[in-house]
């Protein structure tokens, strides 16, 4: 059941970057709307997903990297509908399938056995933790893909690209708001369990350094009206370093998170 | 006045937002740095590891341990001086309350930094393992007065045998005059004023006594513990306790982590080589070698973690500040257009 969704969801996703390909070429009538469809059915199929693997776990998924990876890609989809809004651009469309698609299929590399929660992780400080965490790499993320149509083929869009550019501040205040929340759950939690609020533990410090890049972003646009290009290319390169503190520090800087 | 006009210069460099946004990006980037070498480890180490020339720039400056040595730390502090500074020049200049809320928020980094700070210098900890039923004093570890006993400890499994908590009874007796009991668990530590005690680990001992001769020493052993009889020889024992032993076709094995069938599984070595081995269970005597051993009893210890740290309230009340002033820096940002930049 949880499988053939999961393949659903694939197959959603893999219709929304060819129908948006289509859009590319050939402009049709209608094309922006086929895309919401296919993306609110890709969201529909994910929130089953999630439904049908609660069910059977008996807990929210919320407490290993196929859960998290999993969470974080159907994030991505919500947010992507709340963002598309008034912006009409198949690339947009493209960078946000293929962003699930990537991250899908990195889920899959992972095992999606259920597994019942280890002691450290019973906690409750686990959901806030997890929750905001989706919210920000979320909106890192849409910052990212908003980002790429800024720095490329911008003016396919509708929105004007000094609109483009107050989305992806928006959406990087969000982040970075929840960002800190991630942050600061994370360390009180971190003093409740292994009785210690920092430890430079590599997740821990990445989490850190993308929380100063994004803090870099905020400052440069306020102070040097870095606005445009180079601070779409902050929120690319920021968000580079978000699915490194994601995947890359578990694969090759393993520490006491070496479970998420 | 030479001091005065290169003070000001000082103050105007610390507060620029240039010299701010070099800070975040220096430290973000040295940060990272530290991830990719292996922290904490000795000189030769990196000797060993990395070739002459790169274990001498890790060493000489420090790298092995980076986020304590003085560099760091001084980066760290101009961050806080720059914050400061700034937030200073711009404490005159109050007129909204966005401009409030982003003092706040910049304070309370500094708040959180400073509470860092402190814990270095003034927190400490120790770890101990303490049998059921054993009694330690705190002073012997560096904190206040007070007796620590563990009355009891638990674990508790789900079907498949994976823990689902662990837990120890805990009694804190005189400590800053007062008693506390409390069963502590992972996630639920015990909180006496800035004193804090954690459940870290558990295994289990094990207690025997050595009949070779008629002074029938007691030998206590945790779980996979060597003890060494004889040092110019290298003569030792290695215990392994089986809680559920069980000698089947698919050779010796423990079939639960219950103690439903106590063995100890006990291995005579010379010069590293097994000399002769036995599994016997609780009460058994055996002669092992030129050795008489009997196994009288087990049980579980706790491993706790023992903390004192007071920086960590300044931490979490900067923690507080910070989303308070984001939260009221960016309401506006979403609700209150004009309120926006
Ligand atoms: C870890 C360090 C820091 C963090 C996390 C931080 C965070 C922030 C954030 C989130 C904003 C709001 C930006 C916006 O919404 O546009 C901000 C604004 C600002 N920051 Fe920082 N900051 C830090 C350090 C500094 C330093 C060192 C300075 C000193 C030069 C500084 C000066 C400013 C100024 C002038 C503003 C704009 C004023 C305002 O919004 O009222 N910040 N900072």
């Not at chain 2, 060597?226 to 032993?245: G, M, N, R, S, T």
Request: with cysteine.
């Amino acid at each position: 059941m949880e499988n053939t969704l999961l393949n659903i969801l694939f197959v959603l996703l893999l219709l929304v970057v060819t129908a948006n390909l289509i859009r590319l070429w050939k402009p049709f009538g209608r094309s922006s709307f086929i895309s919401s469809v296919l993306l609110i059915m890709a969201v529909i199929a994910f929130i089953a997903l999630i439904v049908v693997r609660t069910t059977i776990g008996g807990r929210i998924p919320f407490a290993n990297s196929y859960e998290f990876t999993l969470l974080f890609a159907g994030g991505i989809l919500i947010f992507a509908i709340f963002v598309r809004r008034g912006l009409v651009s198949p690339l947009f469309d493209i960078s946000v399938a293929l962003l699930a698609i990537l991250l899908l299929s990195v889920a899959s590399t992972f095992s999606s056995e259920i597994r019942p929660l280890m002691p450290a992780l019973q906690s409750g400080w686990l959901y806030a933790h997890v929750a905001t965490a989706v919210v920000a790499y979320g909106s890192f993320a849409l910052a990212a893909c908003l980002g790429i149509i800024y720095l490329g083929r911008a003016q396919e869009t509708d929105l004007s690209l000094s609109a483009v550019d107050e989305r992806i501040y928006k959406l990087v205040v969000l982040g970075f708001t929840f960002l800190t929340i991630v942050i600061i759950t994370g360390a009180v939690w971190a003093e409740e369990v292994w009785g210690s609020w920092w430890t430079w533990d590599p997740k821990e410090t990445w989490s850190l350094v993308t929380w100063l890049v994004y803090a870099a972003y905020l400052h440069s646009r306020h102070s040097y009206d870095w606005k445009g290009r180079k601070s779409a290319w902050m929120v690319v390169i920021g968000f580079a370093i978000v699915m490194f503190t994601l995947f890359g520090v578990s694969v090759l800087l393993p520490g006491l998170h070496s479970y998420v | 006045m030479m001091i005065n006009k290169w003070l000001k210069q000082l103050t105007q460099t610390l507060a620029s937002m240039q010299t701010a946004i070099y800070l975040l990006l220096i430290v973000g980037v040295v940060s990272a740095l530290g991830t990719f070498i292996p922290q904490g480890q000795t000189p030769t180490f990196y000797m060993q590891h990395y070739g002459e020339i790169t274990s001498l720039i890790i060493n000489g400056l420090g790298l092995g341990t980076l986020y304590h040595v003085w560099w760091f730390q001084l980066l760290i502090i101009l961050l806080c001086l720059s914050i400061l500074t700034c937030a200073y020049q711009r404490l005159r200049r109050v007129k909204k309350i966005t401009v409030l809320a982003s003092l706040l928020m910049h304070l309370a980094v500094v708040f959180i930094l400073i509470g860092a700070l402190w814990s270095l210098g003034y927190s400490h900890s120790s770890f101990i393992e303490i049998a059921r039923g054993q009694t330690v004093s705190l002073n012997n570890y560096g904190f206040e007065n007070g007796r620590l006993t563990l009355n009891d400890f638990k674990i508790d499994y789900y079907p498949d045998f994976q823990p689902r908590q662990y837990s120890s009874d805990l009694s804190l007796i005189n400590y800053k005059g007062k008693n506390i009991e409390q069963s502590i668990s992972v996630n639920h530590p015990l909180k006496a004023g800035s004193l804090k005690i954690y459940q870290s680990t558990w295994g289990w001992v094990m207690q025997l006594t050595n009949l070779t001769d008629t002074t029938g020493t007691i030998i206590s052993l945790k779980d996979k513990d060597y003890f060494l009889f004889d040092e110019k020889e290298q003569i030792k024992v290695q215990a392994i306790f089986l809680p559920d032993f069980e000698d089947s076709e698919s050779g010796i094995h423990s079939k639960s982590p219950l103690p439903n069938h106590p063995h100890v599984w006990l291995t005579l070595l010379q010069q590293g080589k097994i000399v002769d081995m036995a599994i016997i269970p609780v009460g058994d005597e055996v002669h092992l070698g030129s050795y008489h051993l009997r196994f009288d009893i087990f049980f579980p210890y706790s491993g706790l973690q023992i903390k004192q740290d007071s920086g960590v309230y300044m931490v979490f009340a900067g923690f507080i500040i910070l989303l308070a002033g984001l939260g009221m820096r960016y309401w506006f940002v979403f609700m209150d257009k004009k309120g926006a930049n």
